[in-house]
């Protein structure tokens, strides 16, 4: 009997060492936002260079955010693409706004009332030349830039960034430049 239960405790202690282990192996460090961002140099037109595969952006191609700051401080997101299939442009209406002052890398958008998600800044160019937004669950991803194109050593150093972030970046989807005009491939 006494065999038995010293059996018994040692599975139990092993089971949960090696479950405790497993579960420490896959938590990943929060997501880092960018500490500054100047919203007047922010605002304008970013083109996606490459994305993670989501839903909503199936048969896209040509992307690009138009981001224009309004009167209360809220920013006005308008997500633009073409359609692949017949070549019409699709369009996303969305308000994005600070969701904490101490950290303005870290907004909230929302597409569809009451629906909101985070809209994190988590890389961005001295120059803001390009920029990296994502939701800090690393379920979307998005690298703009301010020209249709990105210098490959610019596009190597943040997927750099992006993967140190935890990303996994055999996932992303980069848009095609020669397709532009055809449909990008993602």
Excluded at 104 to 110: D, E, M
Aim: charged content about 20%; some cysteine; glycine content about 6%.
């Amino acid at each position: 009997m006494h065999l038995l239960r010293v059996v018994t405790a040692v599975s139990v202690l092993t089971l949960l060492y090696v479950t405790s282990m497993l579960a420490g192996a896959s938590v990943q460090a929060p997501i880092q936002s960018v500490a500054m961002v100047d919203q007047s140099l922010f605002m304008g037109r970013w083109y996606q260079v490459a994305r993670l595969p989501n839903r909503f952006q199936d048969g896209c191609a040509e992307s690009y955010t138009d981001f224009s700051l309004r009167d209360d401080g809220q920013i006005n997101v308008v997500n633009t693409c073409r359609n692949t299939k017949d070549g019409s442009l699709r369009q996303a209406k969305g308000l994005a706004w600070s969701a904490d002052p101490a950290n303005p890398g870290r907004l909230k958008v929302s597409f569809f009332w009451p629906l909101r998600s985070d809209y994190w800044i988590i890389g961005l160019g001295k120059e803001y030349q390009y920029s990296v937004i994502a939701s800090s669950n690393r379920k979307y991803l998005w690298i703009l830039s301010r020209s249709a194109a990105m210098n490959e050593d610019l596009y190597a150093s943040i997927m750099k960034d992006v993967e140190r972030q935890g990303f996994a970046i055999s996932n992303i989807c980069k848009a095609m430049p020669g397709n532009r005009g055809h449909g990008d491939s993602f």
